[in-house]
């Protein structure tokens, strides 16, 4: 059986972000979170710790969150990604940035974008969470700032203005 390896110099991948595919000639050694920032100026994913351990560069892979500086960008193909610049609804905020704004789930903003991308998900798959788990959706990003009790509160409004929405 022929081996197929790709690399190490740069190979054309075709990603799917948001909802459109870009085109981008990247070494495979590359993490995601280093081409959405360097390659496709989508600044809004943020590194933190660069491995891991904080939730800023979080993004939706195929409908789960996923730690973009954790995976590779050629791990991608194929696959449809969601960043904090696909989660607006045209020019409408989505439900969770504007009960952010509303609730102050924020202080510096640094998390945000991971935080709201996570919220995102975790109300998709379970549209009326507890109070528990909230805290368990959310518990992959950090918030330096210790914004925690705003972001719940935040992330349960949302999950209630949704639900109107629906009903
Ligand atoms: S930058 Fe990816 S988890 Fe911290
Ligand atoms: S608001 Fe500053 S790190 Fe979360």
């Known amino acids: 059986m022929a081996l197929n390896f790709r690399g190490p110099d740069a190979v054309p991948l075709t990603l799917q972000i948001n909802g459109e595919a870009h085109q981008v000639l990247v070494e495979p050694r590359r993490t995601l979170l280093s081409v959405l920032r360097e390659e496709l100026g989508l600044t809004g994913t943020k590194r933190g710790c660069g491995q891991g351990q904080c939730g800023a560069c979080t993004v ?27 989660i607006a609804q045209g020019d409408a905020l989505h439900p969770v940035q504007a009960a952010f704004i ?25 549209p009326q969470p507890s109070e528990a788990e909230i805290r368990a959706g959310m518990a992959g990003n950090i918030c330096r700032c210790g914004a925690y009790p705003a972001i719940i509160r935040s992330v349960r409004a949302a999950a209630e203005t949704m639900a109107e929405q629906e009903g």
């Open 102 to 126: 509303q609730h102050d789930g924020y202080q510096c903003g640094f998390c945000t974008p991971g935080q709201v991308v996570s919220a995102v998900a975790l109300l998709a798959h379970t």
């Open 60 to 86: 939706i892979l195929d409908g789960e969150t996923a730690y973009a500086c954790l995976t590779l960008a050629i791990e991608c193909e194929g696959r449809e990604i969601v960043t904090i610049e696909g």
